[in-house]
């Protein structure tokens, strides 16, 4: 109950898909790349999941359900952590599951340039320390910061990435200095959100590349189809195992955006939340429900 989509049999080639189709390849059993929860390929509809970086794939599989069968390019660099991550994490373990494996990709692969928004993140809860970046000076391009925690709503605490620029973000081409960060975001699908008690609706094709616990990227819809980096972390981001649970057992994080200067730096969760809560109601968020995603 394999779906091999034709961008995955573009990259491996069509022997090595058909291999995976006839089950010469494929795990019975894994763990589902982007909800975490195990899957069995003889019962239930299982995506085939590609990460590419310049020279190495791996091949995940994830419940139909949770996400279509993609490529997803990354970094070569965290591609191969992932790997070692992985493989470090199985070999005390008896007999481990096989949640992924190499490929050899027909050609290299190539991945887009990254977008200049990489910057280090903090958890509001417990207090981290890691630092946000300094406003951008005038005549810079602003980058954007990463707040990771606990945010309630819905009656449930939900993992929540809040996502603020240090500084205006315009359309390409637009000097102005006129901060287009916010419409730019409800043009992609994001949704306007005046209620942080209201439960964000669930936004196609956006993710969160979560890596062994660890936080890498968010990636967004690829022009020609797959996902692409929107903003990739400079070192992968250690969540809290709450944050983590969280975003498992719901199988999606909630992630706000807000214009610089809105929310800033916040020490704990509840103040995270007070901020969120006087930004909304300013109108200054935007939000969305994305999936998990990882090797």
């Known amino acids: 109950m394999l779906d091999v989509s034709d961008e995955v049999r573009s990259e491996i080639g069509d022997d090595e898909a058909d291999r995976l189709l006839g089950g010469a390849h494929a795990p019975d059993t894994y763990e589902c790349t982007s909800c975490r929860t195990p899957g069995d390929t003889l019962m239930e509809p299982t995506s085939t999941v590609l990460f590419?970086?310049?020279e190495t794939a791996?091949?995940?599989?994830?419940?139909?359900r949770c996400i279509p069968s993609q490529v997803v390019p990354v970094s070569e660099e965290q591609l191969l952590g992932a790997v070692r991550s992985i493989n470090q994490a199985q070999e005390p373990a008896a007999a481990p599951q096989q949640p992924s494996y190499t490929v050899p990709l027909q050609e290299p692969a190539q991945v887009p340039a990254q977008v200049p928004a990489q910057v280090?993140?903090?958890?509001?809860?417990?207090?981290?320390?890691?630092?946000?970046?300094?406003?951008?000076?005038?005549?810079?391009?602003?980058?954007?910061?990463?707040t990771c925690g606990l945010v309630m709503h819905g009656g449930t605490g939900h993992a929540a990435l809040v996502?603020?620029?240090?500084?205006?973000?315009?359309?390409?081409?637009?000097?102005?200095?006129?901060?287009?960060?916010?419409?730019?975001?409800?043009?992609?699908?994001?949704?306007p959100l005046t209620d942080v008690d209201v439960t964000p609706g669930q936004l196609s094709g956006w993710s969160v590349l979560m890596v062994m616990g660890q936080l890498h990227?968010?990636?967004?819809?690829?022009?020609?189809g797959g996902s692409t980096g929107w903003w990739q972390a400079h070192q992968p981001l250690q969540v809290t195992d709450a944050w983590r649970v969280a975003a498992g057992k719901q199988a999606e994080v909630t992630m706000y955006a807000v214009p610089a200067g809105t929310v800033g730096?916040?020490?704990r969760e509840d103040l995270l939340r007070l901020a969120l809560e006087r930004a909304a109601a300013q109108g200054q968020v935007v939000a969305?429900?994305?999936?998990?995603?990882g090797p």
């Open 120 to 146: 280090p993140a903090q958890a509001a809860a417990p207090v981290q320390e890691a630092p946000l970046p300094a406003p951008a000076a005038a005549g810079q391009a602003a980058v954007l910061g990463i």
């Open 58 to 64: 791996v091949l995940a599989f994830a419940h139909s």
């Open 52 to 54: 590419i970086g310049d």
């Open 163 to 191: 996502v603020e620029p240090t500084g205006p973000v315009g359309r390409p081409g637009n000097t102005s200095g006129t901060d287009e960060f916010l419409s730019l975001l409800q043009d992609a699908g994001f949704q």
């Open 288 to 293: 969305a429900a994305v999936p998990q995603a």
């Open 265 to 267: 730096r916040q020490p």
């Open 217 to 224: 990227a968010i990636l967004q819809p690829a022009a020609a």
